[in-house]
Each structure stands twice: as C-alpha cells, then as structure tokens.
C-alpha cells in the first residue's frame, strides 16, 4: 500500500479483555516495528520484525503482550487481560533498511476502562 | 545505553519566526544516525529530516535544518519562517542499528497566529 496502515484508529475496551491491533505495513518493507505512546509521552519500543529472522521482543512489558507477522507483511499485536495501564497509543512503522528513517502509521488509540 | 534528551517540553513561536528546537543524546557509538519527527494532531509520525553521524555537513530540508554538534552530542532543529502547520509535536529519535530507534520525550511547538 501508500501507507502503513493500522486499524482499528480507535479501540475501547472492559478491562479483562483481550485485543488485536492490526498493522499492514507498506509493501516491500522488510522490518516492522511496534511502539507504544502514553498520554504526553514519548516513544516505547515493544517488537521489531526483520524478514523471516525471529523477532526482537525484548520491549514487550509482559507476557499479556504478544505480536505475529504473518507471510512477512501483516502484523498482529495482541495484548491479553487487558488493564488500564495498557491505555495508550500503538504506532506501528516499517522500513527498507533504518537508516533512511521508519515510515509510521496514524496508530490505534487504545482504552481500557 | 543510548538516551535521548529533549529539554523543552514546549515552545511557542510567531508565525514567520524562527524556533529552535533542542536535543541531546548520549553514546559510546560512532557511527549512528539522527532523526527530527513531527506528530500533528493525527498521531501520525511524519520524517522531518535525518542525519548521518559521519557526515559533517549539517542537513536541510526546506525550512528545517538541523545543528549537529557530534562532539557535544548535541542535534537541534530550527524551523525558519514558521507556519501554522508547522505546529505539532516534534521528537528526536537516533538509530544505532536497524532495530533500535530511540526517542526523546518529545516538545510540543505552538506556532501563533
């Protein structure tokens, strides 16, 4: 596509849920990340995808969170047993190579209540 | 570990001003890459411009450019002749390999009719 592409834009949800946020990347891109950003804050790594390589999950704050790409392109984010602390936005971005800057998406603005 | 820096959590600037926007980080790398976003309202992170580490030559893009002091590690954008549209949040991220961008805590600029 254009774009990184992330849906839903917005997501409320009862604490004790699960979720999935979706991320299609721009096509040909071999890297995907996912990030998280709370309210007035900056950036929080949690997952990078490279190719067919396993990814790095070492930003993952619990095991409630996990992620999958699938075929290389299409990622899920999912976390489970949903709490409040876990209201933010969910930026998902991919690139070519780092180097030449990630290309992100509008993000899932995910609440817990 | 790498950290980024950003001293201002907001700034204000008159429409057809100049603003600088500052940022520093901390590395033991030499070769690294340095990179000026912006988030508008729509929480879409857009590439405003990047640095090479090992290239002197400080970058511009348009009405942004940047003053990179490697030895300080030091790396502040000025926005000239500021617009409206120019008002948004604006984060310094630097990129040590590929899968390991690191973000500031963002400044929010208002650019004032």
């Known amino acids: 596509g254009a774009g990184v592409s992330q849906s839903p834009s917005n997501k409320v949800t009862e604490k004790g849920k699960d979720v999935e946020l979706r991320c299609d990347p721009i096509s040909g891109h071999t890297a995907l990340y996912w990030y998280r950003q709370s309210l007035g804050q900056g950036l929080e790594f949690l997952i990078y995808?490279?190719?067919?390589?396993?990814?790095?999950k070492s930003g993952l704050p619990s095991d409630r969170f996990s992620a999958e790409r699938t075929g290389g392109s299409v990622s899920t984010l999912t976390i489970q047993r949903t709490q409040q602390e876990d209201s933010a936005v969910y930026l998902c971005a991919s690139s070519l190579g780092g180097r030449t800057g990630y290309t992100f998406g509008s993000g899932t603005r995910l609440t817990v209540v | 570990a790498q950290t980024v820096t950003q001293s201002q959590p907001e700034m204000s600037v008159q429409e057809a001003e100049t603003v600088t926007l500052s940022c520093t980080y901390d590395?033991?790398?030499?070769?690294?890459?340095l990179f000026w976003y912006k988030q508008p309202p729509s929480r879409q992170m857009i590439l405003v411009i990047r640095?090479?580490?090992?290239?002197?030559q400080n970058a511009t893009e348009n009405r942004f450019s940047v003053n990179f002091q490697k030895a300080a590690k030091s790396f502040s954008l000025k926005i000239s002749d500021s617009q409206l549209g120019d008002t948004a949040m604006y984060f310094c991220?630097?990129?040590?390999?590929?899968?390991?961008?690191?973000f500031g805590a963002g400044t929010r600029l208002t650019v004032k009719p």
């Open positions: 995808f490279q190719g067919n390589s396993a990814p790095d």
């Open positions: 590395t033991s790398e030499s070769n690294y890459y």
């Open positions: 991220a630097f990129l040590y390999n590929n899968n390991d961008m690191r």
């Open positions: 640095q090479e580490a090992y290239k002197q």
